[in-house]
């Protein structure tokens, strides 16, 4: 018999419609990252909106929380689509997909300035480096001098789209490899539990357009040069799989960091190789730069901050969904109609 949750579901429950992308697909992976996550954290999937643009990353919603409402939008403007969703109902998580090419080309100016507004909604980058859809051209993170047999050399630099949401003022950023479940996970369940925009840039390799072993995209790649900058647990305060507290390994070997979530989460860094506090604004550029400089593949929560208000709390939208609200709540009184017209005379 399936294991259920606190909310009496497997994990089945969580699925969606079976991939129609390419078999070994790293995009596949995330979608079961995913599919555990919301069950493990008992997510009720009418209460989350799953959100796309085009490419195949932005098919990828068709296959994961079946039972929750999605929207895929025009190339590139995911983010609008989400800040109108997220305006009109504040009880609503989301949890938006997004390609490297419906993200750094065509919808950069989105995504800086839905990072700008600080809406609260998880945004994931499956990042491939070629547009798959549309049969592999270089997208905005292709690798400079790559060579692709149909398109030939890149001559361009790559944009680096974690580092972009750094300097967008983006609360929430990390960076990590479909190929890596268990990291995956763990940032995920720190994403949603974050107040604010949190940006996920997950290198996804594309089994049939960019899957050479020089590509920083490819899967060999990534297992091959995959650096963490720590360890993760994420310590839920409303954890629903297991009945027994959460316990925590050993960490002689190095430093912890706590990072306090806004819901009494906390996300538990034990770091590894590189002194690396994600707290800090500077260094989490400097090490965003220095891996580019050395073509190192950093994973792991690159940037934290305390949140800032999000685009709810500016607006002063009220806490219920608007389309709950009755007509005189919505509409002004015919006085106070009068009163505003007056002031313009």
């Given at each position: 018999?399936?294991?259920?949750n606190a909310?009496?579901l497997?994990?089945?429950?969580?699925?969606?419609?079976?991939?129609?992308?390419?078999?070994g697909?790293?995009?596949?992976?995330?979608s079961?990252q995913i599919?555990?996550?919301?069950y493990?954290?008992?997510?009720?999937?009418?209460?989350l909106?799953k959100?796309?643009?085009i490419?195949c990353?932005s098919?990828?919603?068709a296959?994961?929380?079946?039972?929750?409402h999605g929207?895929?939008?025009?190339?590139?403007?995911?983010?609008?689509?989400?800040?109108g969703a997220?305006?009109?109902?504040?009880?609503?998580?989301?949890?938006?997909?997004s390609?490297?090419g419906?993200?750094?080309?065509?919808?950069?100016?989105q995504f800086k300035?839905?990072?700008r507004r600080?809406?609260?909604f998880?945004y994931?980058?499956e990042n491939n480096?070629?547009?798959g859809l549309t049969?592999g051209?270089?997208?905005?993170?292709?690798?400079?001098?790559q060579e692709l047999?149909y398109y030939?050399?890149?001559?361009?630099p790559?944009?680096?789209?974690?580092?972009?949401?750094?300097?967008?003022?983006?609360?929430?950023?990390?960076?990590?490899?479909?190929?890596d479940?268990k990291?995956?996970?763990?940032?995920?369940?720190?994403?949603i539990?974050?107040?604010?925009?949190a940006?996920?840039?997950?290198?996804?390799p594309?089994?049939t357009?960019?899957?050479?072993?020089?590509?920083?995209?490819?899967?060999?790649?990534?297992?091959?040069?995959?650096?963490?900058?720590?360890?993760?647990?994420?310590l839920?305060?409303?954890y629903?799989?297991?009945?027994e507290?959460?316990?925590?390994?050993?960490?002689?070997?190095?430093e912890?960091?706590?990072?306090?979530?806004?819901?009494?989460t906390?996300v538990?860094?034990k770091?590894?190789?590189?002194?690396?506090?994600?707290?800090?604004r500077l260094?989490?550029?400097?090490v965003l730069?220095q891996?580019?400089?050395?073509?190192l593949?950093?994973?792991?929560?690159?940037?934290?901050?305390e949140?800032r208000?999000?685009?709810?709390?500016?607006?002063?939208?009220v806490?219920e969904?608007l389309a709950?609200l009755?007509?005189?709540?919505?509409?002004p009184?015919a006085?106070?109609?009068?009163?505003?017209?007056?002031?313009f005379q």
């Amino acid at each position: 018999m399936a294991r259920e949750n606190a909310l009496g579901l497997s994990r089945n429950d969580y699925k969606g419609r079976k991939s129609t992308l390419c078999p070994g697909c790293g995009h596949d992976s995330i979608s079961n990252q995913i599919i555990s996550t919301a069950y493990d954290l008992g997510l009720e999937q009418h209460k989350l909106i799953k959100l796309s643009g085009i490419g195949c990353s932005s098919k990828t919603p068709a296959y994961f929380l079946g039972r929750s409402h999605g929207f895929n939008a025009l190339h590139g403007r995911m983010p609008s689509v989400a800040t109108g969703a997220l305006l009109g109902n504040r009880e609503l998580k989301a949890v938006a997909v997004s390609g490297d090419g419906d993200t750094g080309s065509i919808g950069m100016g989105q995504f800086k300035h839905v990072i700008r507004r600080n809406v609260p909604f998880v945004y994931i980058i499956e990042n491939n480096g070629v547009y798959g859809l549309t049969k592999g051209q270089f997208s905005a993170t292709a690798d400079e001098g790559q060579e692709l047999k149909y398109y030939g050399r890149n001559d361009l630099p790559p944009i680096d789209l974690a580092l972009e949401a750094i300097i967008a003022g983006a609360t929430f950023v990390a960076r990590s490899f479909s190929g890596d479940a268990k990291q995956v996970q763990s940032l995920l369940q720190a994403a949603i539990a974050h107040k604010g925009t949190a940006i996920l840039d997950i290198i996804s390799p594309c089994v049939t357009f960019n899957n050479n072993d020089a590509s920083t995209k490819s899967y060999s790649y990534g297992k091959e040069h995959e650096i963490p900058l720590h360890e993760i647990q994420v310590l839920a305060p409303d954890y629903v799989e297991g009945k027994e507290e959460i316990t925590v390994g050993d960490y002689e070997e190095g430093e912890i960091i706590e990072v306090d979530m806004h819901d009494g989460t906390v996300v538990r860094l034990k770091k590894l190789d590189r002194d690396h506090d994600p707290r800090n604004r500077l260094q989490a550029i400097s090490v965003l730069e220095q891996a580019q400089r050395e073509e190192l593949f950093l994973t792991g929560l690159v940037y934290y901050e305390e949140p800032r208000p999000t685009v709810q709390e500016n607006e002063n939208i009220v806490s219920e969904a608007l389309a709950t609200l009755p007509s005189s709540a919505l509409r002004p009184s015919a006085d106070q109609l009068a009163e505003v017209m007056a002031s313009f005379q």
